[in-house]
Nanobody, 123 residues
Framework: QVQLVESGGGLVQAGGSLRLSCAAS????????MGWFRQAPGREREIVAT????????NLADSVKGRFTVSRDNAKNTAYLQMNNLKPEDTAVYYC????????????????WGQGTQVTVSS
């Protein structure tokens, strides 16, 4: 079993930045690849980013490329999502996930989920 806990969400003005953290515990060997997803009201959960164990391989959704970066610190069992130049359309609940793969972009492919953290971007 893997437990994931997100933190770092909040309210920010358009153009601002936030950094989300995802701390993993339990069977962290299942977190070789991790993903960040988001879900806005009335919309399906969508992929934001994935990262492999070493951090060398990362994938970002087209909508966030150039603004978001994903990283991890395995010594701390923590993954990060740095979000810059935030836009109102980035408003959503953000989730981290594990148990999929670095190329897994569908939320149904992931086994473990955090509770989510709300990100609200005001215009």
């Amino acid at each position: 079993q893997v437990q994931l806990v997100e933190s770092g969400g909040g309210l920010v003005q358009a153009g601002g930045s936030l950094r989300l953290s995802c701390a993993a515990s339990g069977r962290t060997e299942s977190t070789d690849a991790m993903g960040w997803f988001r879900q806005a009201p009335g919309r399906e959960r969508e992929i934001v980013a994935t990262i492999n164990w070493s951090g060398v391989t990362t994938n970002l959704a087209d909508s966030v490329k150039g603004r978001f970066t994903v990283s991890r610190d395995n010594a701390k069992n923590t993954a990060y999502l740095q979000m810059n130049n935030l836009k109102p359309e980035d408003t959503a609940v953000y989730y981290c996930a594990a148990g999929g793969g670095v190329w897994a972009t569908n939320w149904r492919q992931y086994k473990y989920w955090g509770q989510g953290t709300q990100v609200t971007v005001s215009s």
